[in-house]
């Protein structure tokens, strides 16, 4: 299965800063996600990160809120804008590497990134 | 994609089978039933997936009953390194986005 590589593992921001996360796979993926664990909670999807395109966001989250970049097959970065304590969270990176759901690795995550802000 | 029923929490000996179930009664025929933890602190690991037959790997089995309304993770020798939350996953087998639910949070006890 695919290895994931997501920078920062932790930060705390100040409130009204922006934070990019970066997402980095050592080989190439049909899809990249990115997700948001808030304390206790399970996940929650944020977006489908398209190469050459727009993300494709879930319902409650926006592009201005989320900006998210993917250049390539192998890299997607994350930013939280504007932030404010109520985005303290973990932020998660998922890439699927065979472009199916039933594909024998499925879905891979990152390690996430534990993000405070005061 | 279909919802998932699972218990909000379990507890299992050490040593012991834990059997963690789910329910997927709106289950469709393409849509797989997968199965993922997350240990504290971590992000989620796959453990299994089937479609309709019952599975084993070097972590796991999944029975999935016949009607496939309903399935079953199997720890069979639970160890401390198992507590975690569990979550049972329904996706189509094309390529889509995974869902998740609340899980089930098993805790294993000395």
């Known amino acids: 299965s695919a290895v994931i590589s997501q920078k920062p593992s932790r930060d705390i921001c100040q409130r009204g800063t922006s934070l990019t996360i970066q997402c980095q796979v050592d080989?190439?993926?049909?899809?990249m996600f990115w997700y948001r664990q808030q304390p206790g909670q399970s996940l929650t999807l944020i977006a489908t990160a398209n190469q050459g395109s727009e993300a494709t966001y879930e319902s409650g989250f926006v592009i201005d809120k989320f900006p998210i970049s993917r250049p390539n097959l192998t890299f997607s970065t994350l930013t939280v804008s504007n932030m404010s304590p109520e985005d303290s969270s973990i932020y998660l990176c998922?890439?699927?590497?065979?472009?199916?759901?039933?594909?024998?690795?499925?879905?891979?995550f990152g390690s996430g990134t534990r993000l405070t802000v005061v | 994609d279909a919802k998932t029923t699972q218990p909000p929490s379990m507890d299992c000996a050490e040593g012991r089978a834990a059997n963690l179930p789910c329910n997927h009664s709106t289950i469709s025929g393409n849509e797989y039933v997968y199965w993922y933890r997350q240990i504290h602190s971590q992000g989620p690991q796959y453990i299994i997936h089937?479609?309709?037959n019952n599975e084993t790997n070097e972590m796991a089995s999944l029975i999935i009953t016949e009607d496939r309304k309903s399935s079953t993770l199997i720890l069979p020798h639970a160890t401390l390194r198992d507590t975690a939350v569990y979550y049972c996953?329904?996706?189509?087998?094309?390529?889509?986005?995974?869902?998740f639910g609340t899980g089930t949070r098993l805790q294993v006890t000395l």
């Open positions: 998922s890439v699927s590497s065979h472009g199916t759901g039933g594909g024998r690795y499925g879905y891979t």
């Open positions: 089937g479609l309709k």
């Open positions: 996953i329904v996706i189509p087998g094309t390529a889509s986005k995974l869902t």
């Open positions: 080989s190439q993926v049909t899809m």
